[in-house]
């Protein structure tokens, strides 16, 4: 898996737009962008991937920079129930069989009220 | 859709006490999978099964068992509790590579468990 930096935590406003980035400069072409977050206590969840186009689901957009070297994670109106670890994952789709997720540290996003 | 349920919840054994931790989806994954993670220590791959009637180690699979009798289930057996399995315990699921090249994977809610 490529490796990526992300800020250790950052804050939000409930309401507003959560901007959370990563760094992934030595990213290979095949390698895809994925994101998760853990909610304390809570099990991982999906949330959304890409591999150089901008992608949009029901809980988030995903940006990513042309030179596919950064990407930016946009939770579009947080709400408490956002704050949560967000982890940026880069990694080949096929992994191999066993599949096994490595997180790194995250960001701690806390929204604020 | 119920997605990846896990029970118990929460679960105290004595050591050398022996228990299974249920997992089960209803997405129709073929792929699944049973992490721990302990405090400051990630994630770490236990067993996974690519389909029914096929299991396959991870990074620690000593002191569990694992089965895959059908599609939808994949329990943990803890064969002889040890206090080194406290820990919470993840189940996870996926689409086959064939059905979802890109692997992403939904994870159960966690069973905490504590080895006395």
């Known amino acids: 898996d490529a490796k990526t930096t992300q800020p250790p935590s950052m804050d939000c406003a409930e309401g507003r737009a959560a901007n959370l980035p990563c760094n992934h400069s030595?990213?290979?072409?095949?390698?895809?962008v994925y994101w998760y977050r853990q909610i304390h206590s809570q099990g991982p969840q999906y949330i959304i991937h890409g591999l150089k186009n901008n992608e949009t689901n029901e809980m988030a957009s995903l940006i990513i920079t042309e030179d596919r070297k950064s990407s930016t994670l946009i939770l579009p109106h947080a709400t408490l129930r956002d704050t949560a670890v967000y982890y940026c994952i880069v990694r080949v789709a096929y992994k191999g069989s066993a599949r096994q997720l490595t997180f790194g540290s995250g960001t701690q996003l806390t929204v604020l009220p | 859709n119920a997605g990846v349920t896990q029970t118990p919840k929460f679960q105290v054994l004595k050591t050398g006490q022996s228990m299974t931790l249920q997992c089960a989806q209803d997405m129709n994954h073929e792929y699944m999978s049973w992490y721990r993670q302990d405090p400051g220590m990630g994630l770490r791959l236990i067993h996974y099964s690519v389909g029914a009637g096929i299991t396959d180690q991870g990074e620690v699979p000593n002191g569990y068992n694992v089965s895959r009798s059908t599609t939808e289930d994949f329990p943990l057996r803890l064969l002889s509790a040890a206090p080194s399995q406290t820990s919470v315990y993840f189940c996870a699921s996926s689409y086959s590579i064939r059905t979802r090249p890109t692997g992403e994977q939904y994870f159960g809610p966690g069973t905490r468990l504590t080895v006395t």
């Open positions: 030595t990213i290979s072409g095949n390698e895809y």
